[in-house]
């Protein structure tokens, strides 16, 4: 089965602290993102990687940045934490190729991150 | 930009009976997933189809691909409590970079026993 951790469940930071949220997958995924999730917004993909060291800006990049230097870990930081950045942080993988069961495009998240900001 | 819809938003019935959830868009989709996500955890993949028309069955859950690969639904019968979650149908497109989906709002759905 595969296996998306995130490194904290829960996280209450302060305004203009520097949050790092962290991601590990051990399928060896090509593809890792990083959503966030809000009631009434849905899901809304902030940012993305399609191998090491390379990222994409997804749908909401303002106010964040992400770091890949090894495949199984995508980090997420957010530079200076606001208050509006509260929220559930998903973190997810896929493998790129699709097989006999699969497409390719199917997503496997961590349980996710709910961060506070105050 | 797609945009996949998703009705109803919400939808609270009682155990045993059936539901059925929409997902739609004007856009075409190379293939379409759809995720189920209890509180307080991440989505988790239910099924995939591929092909326009598809059918899929999982217990008490039948999936289907519009003929145009545009629309899916979910229905399940004889709903349990367990049923209980938030289900997202999200949509693929082969041009996208990344292997990135297009998710819709999402249709909470609450058995109650």
């Known amino acids: 089965d595969v296996k998306v951790t995130q490194s904290s469940r829960y996280l209450v930071k302060r305004t203009g602290e520097k949050v790092f949220l962290e991601c590990v997958q051990d399928?060896?995924?090509?593809?890792m993102f990083w959503y966030r999730q809000d009631p009434g917004l849905g899901l809304r993909l902030i940012y993305f990687s399609y191998d090491v060291k390379m990222k994409e800006k997804g749908d909401i990049p303002e106010g964040y940045s992400v770091s890949r230097e090894k495949k199984e870990r995508f980090s997420l930081i957010l530079e200076s934490a606001s208050t509006n950045q509260t929220s559930m942080y998903l973190c997810?993988?896929?493998?790129?190729?699709?097989?006999?069961?699969?497409?390719?495009?199917?997503?496997?998240f961590g349980p996710g991150t709910r961060l506070t900001v105050t | 930009t797609q945009l996949l819809e998703q009705s109803p938003q919400f939808l609270s019935i009682q155990e045993g009976e059936n539901l059925t959830v929409y997902c739609n868009s004007s856009?075409?989709?190379?293939?379409l997933q759809w995720y189920r996500q209890e509180p307080g955890e991440g989505p988790v993949l239910l099924v995939t189809?591929?092909?326009?028309?598809e059918v899929k069955k999982l217990k008490r859950l039948t999936f289907q691909f519009g003929d145009a690969r545009k629309d899916s639904s979910l229905h399940i019968t004889a709903a349990q409590p367990g049923d209980t979650g938030l289900y997202l149908c999200a949509g693929a497109n082969l041009k996208a970079a990344g292997n990135k989906l297009t998710f819709g709002g999402g249709t909470r759905v609450l058995v109650k026993p």
């Open positions: 997810a993988s896929s493998f790129p190729t699709g097989g006999f069961w699969t497409s390719g495009y199917e997503q496997y």
């Open positions: 399928m060896d995924h090509e593809n």
């Open positions: 856009s075409v989709f190379s293939s």
């Open positions: 189809v591929v092909t326009g028309g």
